[in-house]
């Protein structure tokens, strides 16, 4: 998984230095894709499972994804960190995983489609997500403190180029 969100020129235009990205999930995809090629490796977005488990630090339940799982309110920093504006990437300190901007810092695209009751029914050993839907999943969040959790889930169209949401690729 990519320790930080992409940060390509092609998406800091609308968003400046401050924002990891603003983009769809289409272009999220096709970015990772042509990474793959490139490269000549396996790249992609990750799964909603994998996305988690990486938020997760290893699948424990976080509520953040830092690197002590605290909220301190007299630093000046967790206090930035907590808002409703971006941050630049890589501000605070990564997870344990040394993934930077897991939570609190905008949403993030993951491969999956949406579906509200997926996981009552779903594999337990690397679940792939529906197999159509009309929206794909979002992973993260961006806001003040208070709802923030590692298991906070969303969902939009896959053109919503919407502020905060950005990505990251995986190698499979």
């Not at 799964?47 to 799982?69: P, V």
């Not at 901007?101 to 337990?124: F, L």
Request: net charge negative; with cysteine; proline share 9%.
């Amino acid at each position: 998984m990519g320790r930080k969100k992409s940060t390509s020129e092609r998406f800091r235009k609308p968003t400046g230095d401050h924002y990891p990205a603003s983009v769809n999930w289409n272009d999220a995809k096709a970015l990772c894709q042509w990474i793959g090629e490139v490269s000549g490796k396996s790249i992609t977005l990750p799964t909603e499972a994998k996305w988690e488990y990486a938020a997760r630090i290893r699948g424990q339940l976080f509520q953040f994804a830092n690197s002590d799982n605290q909220y301190n309110p007299d630093d000046p920093d967790d206090k930035l960190n907590f808002t409703h504006d971006m941050a630049p990437v890589g501000l605070y300190p990564p997870n344990p995983l040394g993934l930077y901007d897991m939570m609190g810092n905008g949403n993030e695209w993951v491969n999956d489609w949406y579906a509200e009751d997926y996981y009552k029914n779903a594999p337990e050993k690397n679940p792939q997500g529906p197999d159509k839907g009309d929206k794909k999943v979002i992973r993260g969040y961006l806001g003040p403190m208070f709802g923030l959790y590692d298991i906070t889930r969303g969902k939009s169209e896959p053109d919503y180029e919407g502020p905060g949401n950005g990505f990251r690729c995986v190698e499979n």
